[in-house]
């Protein structure tokens, strides 16, 4: 790419066209050769990246990619009676110290933000 810059700093765009044409080249090879390594990840087994299959099919995040089809709801877990009775406890737990008003201002307006509005 160096060598068809300086062909065509000099006016001669003619003797440009296989240095770009080489560049070019080099960059196809280098993405084939990429995208064959990449390709190789898919097989079973830890890949050459150290991953198992299962976390290819995760975003960053460590969500399912959304890559066959919609969404179902098939992986989120509904909360059992524990759980409500636990979010329960705390939404009292806020409320009580939302109506201390010896609390200070700062903890008042947090709680506040805390709290759904309905």
């Known amino acids: 790419m160096g060598q068809a810059r300086d062909a065509l700093g000099e006016g001669q765009a003619g003797s440009a066209i296989g240095p770009q044409g080489d560049a070019l080249d080099a960059l196809r090879r280098g993405a084939q050769q ?7 990840q898919g097989q079973p087994g830890p890949g ?6 299962s976390a290819m ?3 960053p995040l460590g969500r ?3 890559t066959e089809g919609p969404d179902l709801g098939n992986s989120v877990r509904v909360p059992d009676e524990i759980d409500v ?3 329960r ?3 009292e737990e806020l409320r009580r110290r939302l ?5 200070p201002q700062l903890e008042l307006d947090y ?8």
């Open 85 to 87: 009775q636990r979010a």
């Open 57 to 59: 099919n995760e975003d």
């Open 99 to 103: 109506g201390e008003p010896l609390r």
């Open 111 to 118: 709680l506040e933000r805390l709290l759904p509005r309905n």
């Open 34 to 40: 990429m995208a064959e390594q990449m390709m190789g």
């Open 64 to 66: 399912m990619r959304r």
């Open 48 to 53: 050459p990246g150290g991953q198992a299959p």
């Open 89 to 91: 406890q705390i939404l």
